[in-house]
């Protein structure tokens, strides 16, 4: 089973829609939790952190089940420019030898005009 | 904000050469960096951690023989691809967290070499 797993997709979604990924980790030690945008051929940027209480960035929606080990991001009014690959990232510790990230294999978007 | 400057973005080479690709943070020092393998369509996998000072940590399954670190100094990070084969053909990413920073910034990434061995 992989450490982080999410949806391949692709995610083909009308401009304005709303759309959510899923992503479930294995290892319960984990201790915190990102989303990052991949754009083609592009390094990840960092789209936002995840926290248990849940959080939001404008149109995007974060939440963290730790009990269930799920992670969600929700976005909202969809743009053409939201058109990427989201990753799931999870880090395994505080530091250390456990300090990494561990990517899952990514959700690709294509929002279509 | 963390900046992570990584050269060159783009190399071909020989089979048989070697390939060295730098990893710089530009405003912030980093006492850890991480150097990550993308093959196309698949997520980075993390091949070893850059520890400034000492000796990097690979992953299991990563050849240290064959991919060289040094981490002579805060800011700088080297990757050098040993004896590089087709196979070794990917996109390789470096990325660096300011630990003065908020561990919710997550971690900086570089802007990737793409290695083509010929």
């Known amino acids: 089973r992989k450490e982080v797993e999410q949806d391949p997709g692709p995610f083909n979604v009308p401009e304005g829609a709303t759309v959510a990924f899923n992503c479930t980790y294995s290892?319960?030690?984990?201790?915190?939790f990102f989303w990052y945008r991949q754009d083609c051929r592009k390094e990840p940027k960092l789209l936002m952190s995840?926290?248990?209480s849940g959080n939001e960035d404008g149109r995007f929606t974060a939440q963290l089940n730790r009990a269930s080990q799920y992670i969600s991001l929700l976005i909202r009014d969809s743009k053409l420019s939201d058109s990427a690959t989201y990753l799931c990232?999870?880090?395994?510790?505080?530091?250390?030898?456990?300090?990494?990230?561990?990517f899952g294999t990514g959700t690709l978007l294509a929002v279509q005009p | 904000g963390a900046v992570v400057s990584q050269h060159p973005s783009r190399v071909i080479c020989k089979s048989g050469t070697s390939v060295k690709i730098e990893c710089r943070s530009l405003?912030?020092?980093?006492?850890?960096m991480f150097w990550y393998r993308q093959f196309p369509k698949q997520s980075l996998m993390l091949m070893a951690t850059?520890?400034?000072?000492?000796?990097?940590?690979?992953e299991q399954g990563v050849e240290k023989d064959k991919f060289l670190i040094n981490h002579a100094s805060l800011t700088l990070s080297t990757l050098t691809v040993t004896s590089a084969h087709p196979e070794d053909s990917s996109f390789y990413i470096c990325?660096?967290?300011?630990?003065?920073?908020?561990?919710?910034?997550?971690?900086?990434f570089g802007s990737g070499t793409r290695l083509t061995v010929v």
């Open positions: 405003d912030f020092q980093a006492t850890t």
């Open positions: 850059s520890n400034e000072g000492s000796k990097a940590t690979y």
């Open positions: 995840v926290y248990s």
């Open positions: 990325s660096a967290r300011d630990v003065a920073g908020q561990a919710s910034r997550g971690y900086t």
């Open positions: 290892n319960s030690a984990s201790q915190s």
């Open positions: 990232v999870v880090n395994k510790g505080y530091g250390g030898a456990t300090n990494k990230l561990i």
